[in-house]
T-cell receptor
């Protein structure tokens, strides 16, 4: 069982819709959670970080964390074709110091 | 502000050749990392350096060595390249983790390495 799991997709949504991306993780002691966006052939780019249970909003992006259920999600409102990319969930599992464990990523396609 | 700079951007090697991938950051970060990314496998940590003078193995260290040359620079060496090391290599840096949380990592543009 992978320690950080994401559905590989592709997740296809129409332009203007809400895209919902999910990530589950194995270690209940995890403290830090990050979402990265990666365009094809490019490097990962940080979108959101979240450390506490609940929602954190930044523009069209909302990260949601539920430590009891061990999942973190990313909502993208008013999805645009430019949001089409692979979204990577990264978790500091347990007491792993500086290390992050990445999920395999979910490919999002926003269709005009 | 360049952020994290990796060289070279592309490289083709023959099996058994050696090479060093260079990484430098100008954000005054304490921690630096090397990852490889393969199709369907996500990012996997090869080695990391929590601070200048220290290095530790990650998930997939076999076949690699690293050097934290100073606070800015962290290099990755392949002593005898193998086709299984064909991948995209990313260097990243971050502030040092606190007791309660990690700081986000910032990535370079990557090195695309092919080993024939």
């Amino acid at each position: 069982q992978k320690e950080v799991e994401q559905n590989s997709g592709p997740l296809s949504v129409p332009e203007g819709a809400i895209a919902s991306l999910n990530c589950t993780y194995s270690d209940r002691g995890s403290q830090s959670f990050f979402w990265y966006r990666q365009y094809s052939g490019k490097s990962p780019e940080l979108i959101m970080s979240i450390y506490s249970n609940g929602d954190k909003e930044d523009g069209r992006f909302t990260a949601q964390l539920n430590k009891a259920s061990q999942y973190v999600s990313l909502l993208i409102r008013d999805s645009q074709p430019s949001d089409s990319a692979t979204y990577l969930c990264a978790v500091n599992l347990g007491n792993a110091g500086n290390m992050l464990t990445f999920g395999g990523g979910t490919r999002l396609m926003v269709k005009p | 502000n360049a952020g994290v700079t990796q060289t070279p951007k592309f490289q083709v090697l023959k099996t058994g050749q050696s090479m060093t991938l260079q990484c430098a950051q100008d954000m005054n970060h304490n921690s630096m990392y090397w990852y490889r990314q393969d199709p369907g496998m996500g990012l996997r940590l090869i080695y990391y350096s929590a601070s200048e003078g220290t290095t530790d193995k990650g998930e997939v260290p076999n076949g690699y060595n690293v050097s934290r040359l100073n606070k800015r620079e962290f290099s990755l060496r392949l002593e005898s390249a193998a086709p299984s090391q064909t991948s995209v290599y990313f260097c990243a840096s971050s502030e040092r983790a606190s007791k309660y949380s990690n700081q986000p990592q910032h990535f370079g543009d990557g090195t695309r390495l092919s080993i024939l």
